[in-house]
């Protein structure tokens, strides 16, 4: 594991500012700098980033947070990945964290494995374009498909020459080891005489979503019927086929921004797709999808749009992927070429325009692209098309989300001209027959609770909660802009006059923000209502509590996932006034900052004022009607707490309106 004191360093040193500028434009806005949102398609820009909170803000879609989240977002990467991105840019070197020999033995072995599998992907693309050989056959085999040079550079096109050990000589001859170049499945070890498993071929490189060479894939150019057309890398600790995607690294952008994915057969539909203008797409690489690549998928969008060629025979056997892409509960459609074309061909021959046109025209939702499928099958045999009825509800029946499976269920109605009592009674036996398979979540269960609702009998409670949550929303902010900066408080403290009485004295007190909420809430015995705002003020006074003279910032570095988001939403809301160029207009909105004091104290004035409210409705309440009640105990607690409030409200400057 990466140890502590380099994740530090990473922190301390990255600049939020540089390493979202890499992949987005930024133009400079006062202390901060916009550019348009790289998750959305926008004109105006609503992507804000602060150098001096270190942060970032999506107003267009709400993400936000600091460059691991960034990174995280963008490029997909996990957070290993997105702290080792940033040690590389910065050139920080990569402490590990004491480990057992076997752990240390194994982290060697896969880093080792990586770095043969980059060394080989260079060498192979070097090959094609330098090398005599290289140039007349894998250079002219890519240029009769079309590749452009800039697409041959874009997926590291390469090749692999005819001479049987041309690899593993240059491999060795540059210090990299024999066992490693055995563990990738890049040399073949017989004897005393290893030799190139993919001679005389095109390469395909196969990254992961980070870009890592985790295999390769090799295209036989000769007519030779001893030769498989294509050879895969074999599984390795660093390749599993059933795990990656062809081109996840070239698509995860585009199918996060378009929210779909095209799903397709072979490296070369990837590639002429790409080179079309239409990079959201993967292949399988001739593998049988899996849940796993599907999920893979799942990471950056929740639609699957699979294209098939239009060879019929192929389209019967490929249909059994759909009912795994529904299973993960994912939005899957369905898309045929003419007879005898496939993705790279009608790609090659069909101009951008086109080509999307096409696909939007012909994506048929699953359940029409079976009936259209399957009822060619079925004809006017009554049997037949009893199965294929069956054959659908059964996919249906695969569809986590109830709601979901009864729209596919009267489509399927519609379609097939059948009633729905009759397709919902069959789906129940499949559904009951999975929840009983082995292994198998019980859905029904899942899907109740996932439909209680819970019955709110007042409808005032919606309005006071969200009173309440203002309130605590702006103490967070307050804690996250100012809470280590110290001011001076004005305390009101009961003191006796000397003759006697009690009387009302304003002292001064210089504390810092954080403590002077802390203790107010700890004095009043306050705890937060919202579940999240609880958690973040916890965090934040248990932060300042052992970092008192460091600033925000590091706070912000360690934050959970899932928090970040609310967190910059509310860092970032000042923000606003530089998108809408309130300045520019001559419109100066006023900051807390100008009086932190009095804000802070009016903040947690006002959180008294709704919590003696709250007391007060409650104790009205318990006041009994009822002939002969002794209430004056309570209609004295009552006034009491009238009168406290009525001070908070002169306190504040002002009348408080009601809230309920």
Not at 444 to 471: A, C, H, M, T, W
Not at 501 to 517: A, L, N
Request: proline share 3%.
């Amino acid at each position: 594991m990466i140890s502590k004191a380099t994740i530090d360093t990473v922190f301390e040193t990255a600049r939020v500012e540089e390493v979202i500028g890499d992949f987005v434009q930024l133009k400079r806005a006062g202390s901060n700098f916009k550019g348009l949102s790289p998750f959305s398609d926008e004109r105006s820009p609503s992507f804000m980033v602060s150098p001096v909170k270190q942060i970032w803000k999506d107003f267009s879609t709400g993400k936000g947070g600091n460059s691991i989240a960034f990174l995280m977002e963008h490029e997909h990467f996990t957070y290993p990945e997105a702290i080792r991105y940033l040690a590389k840019k910065y050139n920080i070197e990569i402490e590990e964290t004491e480990q057992t020999d076997q752990e240390k033995a194994n982290t060697d072995v896969r880093e080792s494995m990586y770095l043969v599998s980059e060394f080989a992907k260079t060498y192979f693309h070097k090959t094609l374009l330098n090398s005599e050989e290289g140039k007349a056959i894998g250079l002219s085999y890519f240029k009769e498909r079309g590749f452009t040079a800039e697409t041959i550079e874009k997926f590291s096109l390469g090749y692999s020459p005819e001479t049987w050990d041309a690899f593993t000589k240059e491999a060795l001859g540059k210090g990299y080891k024999l066992e490693f170049l055995e563990s990738t499945g890049l040399t073949i070890a017989r004897e005393d005489r290893p030799f190139d498993r993919f001679k005389s071929r095109v390469m395909f490189p196969i990254q992961s979503m980070s870009g890592r060479v985790l295999g390769f894939g090799g295209r036989i150019l000769t007519n030779d019927k001893k030769s498989a057309k294509y050879l895969n890398s074999p599984e390795s600790d660093i390749y599993h086929k059933s795990k990656v995607l062809y081109g996840i690294y070239q698509a995860k952008q585009s199918i996060a921004k378009l929210n779909n994915c095209y799903l397709v057969e072979g490296y070369t539909d990837v590639i002429q797709f790409n080179q079309s203008g239409i990079e959201n797409v993967v292949a399988s690489s001739g593998t049988a999808l899996t849940p796993d690549q599907i999920r893979l998928i799942n990471r950056l969008t929740k639609n699957i749009t699979v294209l098939f060629d239009g060879d019929a025979a192929g389209l019967r056997a490929s249909i059994r992927g759909i009912d795994l892409i529904l299973e993960e509960g994912m939005n899957v459609k369905v898309c045929t070429f003419p007879d005898g074309e496939d993705p790279d061909s009608f790609a090659k021959k069909t101009s951008h325009d086109d080509l999307v046109a096409y696909l939007e025209d012909n994506a048929k939702d699953f359940i029409q692209f079976k009936a259209s499928l399957l009822m060619n099958e079925a004809k006017n045999d009554p049997i037949k098309k009893a199965d294929l009825i069956r054959d659908m509800v059964s996919s249906i029946s695969k569809i986590p989300d109830r709601i979901q499976r009864e729209i596919y269920i009267q489509e399927c109605s519609r379609i097939m001209d059948i009633s729905e009592q009759v397709l919902v009674s069959t789906l129940a036996q499949l559904v009951q027959k999975d929840v009983a398979a082995p292994g198998k979540k019980p859905k029904q269960e899942y899907e109740q609770r996932s439909f209680e609702v819970i019955k709110n009998e007042d409808p005032e409670v919606l309005e006071k909660v969200d009173v309440l949550g203002n309130v605590e929303r702006e103490l967070i902010r307050i804690l996250l802009l100012y809470g280590n900066k110290t001011e001076n408080f004005e305390e009101i403290l009961m003191k006796s006059n000397g003759e006697g009485e009690i009387i009302e004295v304003t002292e001064f007190k210089e504390q810092k923000v954080f403590q002077k909420i802390f203790l107010s809430l700890q004095e009043d015995e306050v705890e937060f209502a919202s579940p999240i705002f609880k958690v973040i003020y916890d965090d934040l006074i248990n932060y300042y509590l052992q970092n008192e003279n460091s600033g925000i910032e590091k706070y912000i570095n360690h934050l959970q996932s899932g928090v970040p988001a609310e967190v910059t939403t509310i860092m970032m809301e000042d923000e606003k006034y530089v998108l809408h160029d309130w300045i520019g207009q001559n419109i100066f909105p006023k900051t807390i900052e100008d009086t932190l004091n009095q804000g802070v104290s009016d903040t947690l004035f006002t959180l008294r004022w709704f919590l003696i409210s709250e007391i007060i409705e409650n104790l009205k309440n318990s006041i009994s009607n009822e002939p002969g009640s002794d209430n004056m105990e309570s209609l004295s607690m009552v006034m009491s707490y009238i009168d406290l409030r009525g001070k908070f409200s002169r306190k504040l400057g002002r009348v408080v309106v009601r809230y309920h």
